[in-house]
């Protein structure tokens, strides 16, 4: 394990959220527990962590209600920041969800006055995410969706997103912005249920839109395991359909409230079979933590836990390579026939395949006898995650 | 509430499967506790309680292993059980689950031949569902899965989950069947996580296909509500993009084995939701209930479990009429803004169109001081799912 | 249905927390989005809609910080209002979450000195609920868990957690306060988990104690339903047990952020269980609703969510009158074979009973032949849940 | 990492059922995919492979219908096996789940005659057990429950419950048998809810019977995990009670149907936390496997499954050793107060305590501001699992 590094650096591609290693600490119920992290000093703790990237809700960056100076000078601060850091702005977003404007939903509010006023401030936040560089911009739904169920007919709620979406994606043409978007999904909270709830509905949601080519997924581990489904094979069907346009690092347990937890720090298998298929599938995106302290951490430790998160992405992503390398681990894949489900089964319909395959002998009972020697397969896999000496 | 017709006609469109009213009532700890019911027998019985439709498994009907002779003979049966009856055959799939040969999976499974043999067996169900006039074949993969996430790379999986779709698609257009298919999502068991998860994620996979037309959803109320997301508004989503092709119902409370509980037995809100949407959406397929009886019910109770699962759905048919005539209900609705989000917030994008909205003067405090009046809204259902006597 | 009572009179005995109908609608993600009720006029409110009862935390009742001219002000105020409505004080409890200095647990802080402070508070929150006749006072351990598994032994915290309420119970024997205590389970959130997560964990706490006979449990609906448990089976057991202090009534969908929904608005079924069990079973308590008005309400709807609350109780509480006594359901009941199960098997152990029980000739094939007809008591308690006309 | 020794011997305790690692793989959705293992060959099997103990349901061992003759060959060559390996029968059980007669329940079945017959059949299988020397009887109540919640009052099923455990222990007691009972909770399937749904349940429902000192729980990973019940927090509480009798290991995905896999697995941080607590309570029972091989595996492949099981086990046991023996965690653990929650708060109450208590000046402020460095501490943990090597 001599070649594992476990500190990171910015051709790493981290990035981390104003919103998240700066986290205050508050919850549904009770008061913050830490002090917020100026934007620039955020920037600045970035780069002593070897994070390459920083994102942001428009609200983050330039508190609602700020003057044009005010706002000009928190700018000034951020960009003096970045440039003496390197850090890049890896990509933006605009807060939808903390007014109480948005108490009914914000792209599909039942109130068309919120819904123009969400159409604005996305605009607004596109702006600023544009002058600063950031690629990506996301598209998190937090207050689409009903608690009263009778209260929005789910077909009308889809045709107001897929309008919103498509209006800003034209608006994105139109500034000439180099700028796609990427939709979060999200199951429940804090709606009672939220419409486009897992990856899987995201990616058909977006084949109807106007610009599909300009619109992916920005998957979280959290939200997809809120709900029980397996995170890496969710983002395999986007990575399968070319939609993973960023991804949103953190950890959680299933069914329960959002948790929010440090990358790695509960899901340690399914996180390891994440970062396998990140690193063997070409994503170049930034690797995105979203994700905060534990409420009852205060000073410094906010900073461990941001290197923690990279640390163990990092030890994930040897412990895969070791495994994939591991000559026991070639053989089990083998013997379970891992290689083979990448063949063709037939190819492509034609009469004379359908004639062969029908007069195809079938001895089920022989089929049946095959061991994929799963057991062998996984407990290789538990071995190289703790670390395990081989024999 | 005169007008609540609770006994079923044919032309309510019902049908249930040979595989659920005659379950026999084996489950993961314990041996079957009731005798079967012969096809014909079960047709018979279809006819009695007013249902529409049958469907069936290939090997519900024709079991495995049976002679020529023997299985001409059961579909001799069946189809004068259908003449007598008018029962029609509304839908037939294939089971690809039960024998062992496809314990790693049938079209995903990482042996070749097993592939291959699944294709044929399906091959060969579509022939029999179509002489039987089928005009619907459901596609649930069971058993395309995993436990051990390592043995199968998600994106090889799809590739030939769809390859099989395409050549079962192929086969059906060379045969001229008047056929379409439907794919039954589900997110676990019996695998420890199946692909294609759930409805979003059939619908987006659909996309890829060669023939996307061919090929639609069939939800089942207990698989979407196994990892709790809302049934009503994964069908919403199906509905807005067309592709709504059968639908399963049962019941299953959330977070728990696969229940096929009687339709309208746990989620009565949800339910009430589903029926609303299916009656007021222009559905004209079959109502299917994909069920069984409680394991300690015997004899001729398995037919009053099929009456109460027509007559709980006519229920909450008659009470989603009432609501949405209830004059109280219309002004709850027009205050909680239902109406207004069927209509544009903005239109396609022009430059003058985001010229304008980002002129707009925004008041959010202004905007945020609207009640939706959800409580009552949600209240009113409620009273209506109750019977309750209006003031 | 001529003698379906809707309307609340405080012989109901309904009561509401100062915390529910008033709250401001902050949660995780967003702002308030109401403004605050005074407790008198809270006060005033319950009296209007025909409450029994208010309950409070103390920091609820006097804000903290309040000068002693300010508490006895808003203290007046709210005796004035009790006297003018005739609503009792039924409950009172502390708030030991909301400020950070609990951010690791009260009575099970890893920090001594804030353990101290929470038993403190607890001891000033006991005072000002017996001055206002309070003959309940809960004890909700909302922050007593982790979220780093390491940093508490599970029988440390129990240990303290026991030791606190003992020390508690000694405070009230010792003032001579005619007062019980009642602990309420929570699984998790706001902790990742919380000790004494369930009615079972609490109520096999409760028989470690020193004065076992003062300490009962406060079950709430949401809390159990979180994690997908029966509620009206967890409430059976403390009835059995001889338990139930105090119960919380509200609603949620399992597997979910904690949504203290509007009772009886999701699991319409479980809460008619939960009625009938409550009205038979001579539980004497208050029905106290811990509940809030969704967010996108506002206005006087806070009020018609309470009234809400009271009439689907009332309603399931007439239904399920009718229920029992409806001569179908009595047969149900009685084919079903649930009076058979209150009487004895054997009854307490002789060795002539074992010799009895060995020697009597096993049938097990003839025992497995019943039918139990759940399918039908099932159904009919649908149709009465749904207010349907019986042929 | 030198000193860890992975490989298991007798000494270490572990057990496995016969039901187990000799699984034919049927699950609901489909038949065996392997042919079972005969009780002694299983017995030998476990000696080769290191293990201490075997369990068994009476029908594992003795197939229901065997002649007297059959029996007592079964039995010879089990013993014979034992003999031969110094494998020892450490727990037994009685099936009561998989005869159809038992579909309504077994102890808590409405059917008065089915209850009979499930006492004698457990008092039968008591016998067998203590002829083959098992100090410990599981009573898992499998069937205990409902899906028609109308059909059994709670407390009715709980007093059959209860009569059932006393008649049983009147028995083990007036036969002098050395043994002592545990109760597997379990929260549902095979039924939709079941009594005595989780350690907290059934540790409460302990101290209502007659000899509660001869009985204990037997918790099981899975059946916690289930509905997302911290284990090791819930291990925790029978600990600090006296009351973990025995223990079954597996591991499961929360909020699924019950899937009993390897030890190890799946919850790996959790499983860290378990093995933790167990090594360092004082725990001297079995580490008995209650799980079974995955359904595609076959051949030897169950004997690595086994094998794999003890592997993790021994694995985490070493990593716990480790991050205890660690300074960094040492420190960590004290910066979070760890030792600190084993301190007394207050003491027993004393008029002078409490005077105390109320006159020390509080400073919430001051407590708020502590670090309990909980990002830190869980960090280590995830290094220690991961075994990274340290700083």
Redesign the interface.
Known sequence: ?AD?R?DPVPADNFAFGLWTIGNV?????????RPPVAPAEFVRGLGRVGAAGVSFHDDDLIPPGSSAAEAERVLAEFRSALDATGVRVTMATTNL????????GA???????????A???A??GIDLGASLGAPVYVLWG??EG???????????????YA??V??L???VR?RGYPMRFAIEPK????R??T???????????I??LDQPDMVGVNPEVAHET?????F??????A???GKLFHIDLNDQ???????D??F???G???NF?LV??LET?GYTGTKHFDSR???????D??W??AR?SM??YL??AA?ARE?DADPAVVAA?AA???G????????????T??AA??A?P?D??Q?????????????L???H?????RA
């Open positions: 394990m594992r476990l600490g508050r919850d549904a119920f009770g008061d913050p527990t969800f903390t007014h109480p404007c948005f108490k009914d792209f599909t509010s039942n109130d068309r006055g919120v819904r123009r006023h159409l604005a401030k605009m607004r937090g207050r009903v608690e009263c169920g009778a209260a929005k007919r789910p077909q009308d709620a889809l045709a107001r309008e919103a498509n209006f994606c034209g608006y139109d199951p429940n909270e804090p009672g249920d419409f486009l709830p897992t990856i899987g509905h995201a990616l058909a949601f084949t109807t809120m709900v029980g489904l397996s890496h094979q969710g983002i395999g069907q990575l399968w359909q347990k299933i069914g329960r409230y959002d948790q937890f440090r790695g720090s509960e340690i298998k399914e079979l396998r298929l599938s302290p534990y409420r009852n951490e205060w000073g430790g906010i461990e836990f923690g640390r163990t030890a994930l412990a495994f894949l379970a026939g891992a083979e489900l990448a063949e063709e089964s037939v190819g492509a319909y034609t009469p395949a359908a395959l029908l195809e079938a089920p009972e089929l049946a006898a095959r061991s994929y020697v799963n057991e062998r397969l996984d407990q896999l538990i071995d995650l703790l670390g395990l000496p």
